[in-house]
């Protein structure tokens, strides 16, 4: 695994992500990617999938991936496309796919598999550092990709949304300060995920998506992303107003990720009714 001393995850990450690409390039021109971006005609509403819209139900995106940084190895057997449609049958209503190779151990086939095998949409979740890989992402068949604000200067973010605008594919544009809020609202960023983990150490915090919500944009779309792990977790983001939470190791780390997702939302949906209404509700069933 590529390292450089001294530096954080994020840097080596980014660093490991820039020396693929300049590989990638090499192996596929850009003119080649352009050109089968270009030919895909279908899309599928992103944003649509994972709006509340004005609603009181939270919408989940389930994520697929073999391997992550802090936890590694998740799954020795990545069934891919049963996986996905486990997590639909489960209740999602949009999957995310980790294509990153040397971290992540993904693959653009990886996301091209598991939305073969579904009709939600799917996000890419990768590093995107330049045109190369947005026109590479809707080549794939990725309907969003991941912007990741602390990644990318100010110019990039702008110049990589509009590109993602022109090929009709959205982006959830990640956020993990307030400071960042403010540099993708100013980019133009409708939806906008905050990232309870610290990419720089890892650590992860709910309170991060609670501190920060009330200053995401009106209108936006508001994504919690990582350390949900239970259904109070999942109230505590409700009830913070969000409109999806993006949620992956939990399920990952288990036997059945569709299965765990399902009975995840079951409790989830018991706490969300009101204590005084959970007797009447259990005597009509």
Not at 19 to 27: D, S, V
Not at 40 to 50: L, P, W
Request: one cysteine or more.
């Amino acid at each position: 695994m590529p390292y450089q001393p001294g530096r954080t995850i994020l840097d080596n990450i980014l660093w490991s992500r820039r020396k693929t690409l300049e590989e990638t390039r090499l192996a596929v021109p850009l003119e080649r990617v352009q050109q089968m971006a270009e030919a895909r005609r279908e899309r599928r509403d992103f944003a649509r999938a994972i709006s509340a819209e004005g609603s009181s139900d939270l919408r989940i995106i389930a994520e697929l991936k073999r391997a992550s940084p802090s936890r590694g190895l998740l799954r020795q057997n990545y069934r891919r496309r049963e996986i996905a449609q486990g997590y639909v049958a489960g209740g999602a209503s949009a999957l995310s796919v980790l294509t990153e190779e040397h971290y992540f151990l993904g693959s653009t086939q990886d996301l091209t598999e598991v939305r073969q095998g579904v009709t939600v949409p799917v996000l890419r979740k990768d590093f995107i550092l330049e045109s190369y890989q947005v026109y590479e992402s809707v080549a794939a068949g990725a309907d969003a990709l991941l912007l990741i604000v602390s990644a990318l200067p100010d110019p990039d973010l702008r110049s990589l949304l509009d590109l993602c605008r022109q090929l009709r594919i959205a982006a959830l544009m990640e956020v993990h300060t307030e400071e960042e809020v403010k540099r993708a609202t100013s980019a133009g960023a409708q939806i906008i995920g905050v990232n309870n983990r610290d990419l720089k150490t890892l650590e992860v915090n709910l309170e991060t998506s609670v501190r920060l919500r009330e200053r995401l944009p009106q209108g936006c779309i508001a994504v919690s992303e990582s350390g949900i792990k239970t259904a109070a977790d999942l109230q505590r983001i409700k009830e913070a107003g969000f409109d999806a939470v993006l949620m992956g190791e939990r399920l990952m780390s288990q036997p059945e990720p569709g299965r765990c997702l399902q009975e995840l939302l079951a409790e989830f949906e018991v706490q969300s009714v009101p204590t005084q209404d959970r007797g009447s509700k259990a005597e009509a069933h």
